[in-house]
């Protein structure tokens, strides 16, 4: 039974858990201000009777949203957004440019999921994906601003997990609604109030130098924490940033030995393809770092925890070789 609290934060901020595949592996944010509310991602379609109860027991009702942010368009994020809009009919949903047009007509980002996931896999895990009237949606801009109640939150950009992806800086709250673009922490691998962040390199639109320079950007800003989609609340951000550049720095050191592998030497029969060793390789730095870390979770737990990550990174840096240029 997927967790149905709503976790509270300070300045106004809530999460809750979208109901995605498992407990707490995606969350949906809210900024409320002088009862206006910001939804922050979608998760899936049936996310959003999760999302009606919580702002019920807030004391806000649909019409209090003002905007329903997608920090990128992975159906992950943003699958539920066009049943969100319909739910929310004085909401504007504010996009990054690039991914404005597949909101208005979702049939190739469904495509791109199903070329990932199968087309099977896609049907089960986000149903319709409904489009978005185009005359609703904003693109977000580099800088934008939208004014909630008493405050104002900021766009930003930052590529690097995906082209299409937005940063939401709240400056009252020291806030960073980062989606993907500051990786992703599971709160099981919590050590005595210590957490353990993760990069995600996830197909098809990895670029390692971008999402170098957007963990910068946002560890520059004026934080008390970043809230990540998978799993919320991240503390201690410029030691995470750290963290997270030495973690990217290991994936790419993976994915380029396998490359080399595959160019300088015979691999053993039955090695498997390059993204399967990748993945190999993955989990090994995986279970490496989480055992330096302190995690007391059985070594298959936390695997199985990282499974579709492990998967998704994998395929992500195969696809990031495939366009490297030396």
Aim: proline share 4%.
């Amino acid at each position: 039974m997927f967790m149905q609290e709503i976790i509270t934060y300070d300045h106004g901020l809530f999460a809750i858990d979208a109901g995605y595949v498992r407990p707490q592996m995606a969350a949906i944010h809210f900024i409320v201000d002088d009862g206006r509310v910001t939804i922050v991602d979608t998760g899936v379609n049936e996310s959003l009777a999760h999302v009606k109860a919580a702002l019920a027991a807030l004391g806000l009702d649909q019409a209090s949203v003002d905007y329903v942010v997608l920090t990128h368009i992975h159906l992950d994020h943003a699958g539920g957004a066009g049943s969100f809009m319909r739910a929310f009919p004085g909401a504007r949903l504010i996009v990054h440019p690039r991914g404005a047009r597949h909101m208005a007509d979702p049939s190739k980002l469904v495509a791109g999921a199903s070329a990932v996931y199968g087309d099977e896999a896609v049907r089960r895990l986000y149903g319709e994906v409904l489009p978005v009237a185009a005359t609703r949606i904003i693109e977000a801009t580099d800088g934008l601003r939208l004014p909630l109640g008493g405050r104002e939150l900021v766009c930003l950009d930052a590529p690097g997990h995906a082209r299409h992806h937005l940063c939401l800086f709240d400056p009252i709250a020291g806030a960073a609604f980062t989606g993907d673009a500051f990786g992703l922490s599971y709160r099981e691998l919590d050590v005595d109030g210590r957490q353990f962040v993760f990069p995600t390199t996830t197909p098809v639109q990895f670029d390692p130098d971008a999402m170098r320079a957007t963990i910068d950007m946002i560890a520059a800003l004026p934080l008390s924490a970043v809230y990540l989609t998978h799993f919320s609340q991240l503390r201690d951000v410029p030691a995470q940033a750290a963290a997270l550049h030495r973690r990217l720095d290991a994936h790419l050191a993976i994915a380029r030995r396998e490359q080399a592998a595959e160019k300088h030497a015979a691999l053993a029969e039955g090695a498997g393809s390059r993204a399967t060793r990748i993945r190999e390789g993955l989990t090994e730095l995986l279970l490496a770092e989480a055992e330096a870390f302190g995690s007391h979770l059985p070594a298959a737990e936390i695997v199985e925890l990282f499974a579709t990550d492990l998967e998704l990174n994998a395929q992500g840096l195969d696809v990031w070789l495939g366009t490297e240029t030396v």
